[in-house]
């Protein structure tokens, strides 16, 4: 079946050690989004790629950065993780467009100590 | 500008009731898209359904039905004979504006519980 898959599922780090999590696909989409989502809110977006390039949320802190290396893979790094970013990251894709659905990965639920 | 209202913030009925989620929806655009998702406990959202705005034609998959009405800006998401594994946190989203092509402008959700 083709989909989203996220690694790991759970990652605990401590605080300010840097920590990377992945994100891989089999659709074929020529975007992927990362997403950050805390308790009882909407996810929000932390930037995406239309293939190779990189668009960063105004928003988003310097902390967090993101490579593609190629179209099936999508990695997040923190580089040093705080408190504040304890939360579910959620990886997506989809085709460009404004017609076109997300398709989300399980998720990687990380804890800062 | 866009915004998208889920105004209930959490909803507990008895299995086997009907329920129905709001959703009410904001743009200047003529050409939009609307979005419900569902996220289990565990996590992962999964896409239920997108409607155009050019589609006002009533949708039914199974137990799930969804009312879209132009004339009140609003999206509605009605299960019908609800079961306790509906239970989840049930998103509205839109796509409209500038940065459509891949923005989701998302509700707050509404946490939908079922009682066995």
């Known amino acids: 079946d083709a989909m989203v898959i996220q690694n790991p599922r759970y990652q605990v780090t401590q605080f300010g050690k840097p920590v990377t999590l992945s994100c891989s696909q089999t659709l074929n989409h020529n975007v992927m989004y990362w997403y950050q989502q805390k308790s009882s809110q909407a996810p929000k977006l932390l930037f995406h790629y239309y293939d190779k390039d990189f668009n960063n949320e105004a928003d988003t802190p310097d902390n967090f950065q993101s490579r593609r290396p190629n179209t099936s893979f999508c990695f997040l790094d923190i580089r040093s993780p705080g408190l504040g970013d304890a939360a579910m990251y959620l990886c997506a894709t989809s085709d460009w467009g404004q017609n076109n659905e997300q398709f989300f990965g399980p998720g990687t639920r990380l804890t800062v100590l | 500008a866009q915004k998208v209202t889920q105004a209930q913030t959490e909803i507990s009925v008895v299995e086997k009731e009907d329920v129905t989620l709001d959703c009410v929806y904001e743009?200047?655009?003529?050409?939009?898209?609307l979005f419900w998702y569902k996220q289990p406990p565990s996590g992962e959202l999964v896409f239920l359904i997108r409607r155009n705005s050019f589609d006002e034609q009533n949708e039914i998959s199974g137990r799930y039905s969804w009312n879209f009405q132009k004339s009140t800006s609003s999206f509605n998401f009605t299960i019908t004979a609800s079961q306790v594994v509906d239970s989840a946190v049930y998103f509205c989203?839109?796509?409209?504006?500038?940065?459509?092509?891949?923005?989701?402008?998302w509700g707050a959700g509404t946490k939908l519980i079922i009682k066995p």
């Open positions: 989203a839109l796509k409209s504006g500038a940065d459509s092509n891949y923005q989701l402008i």
């Open positions: 743009t200047r655009d003529t050409t939009y898209y």
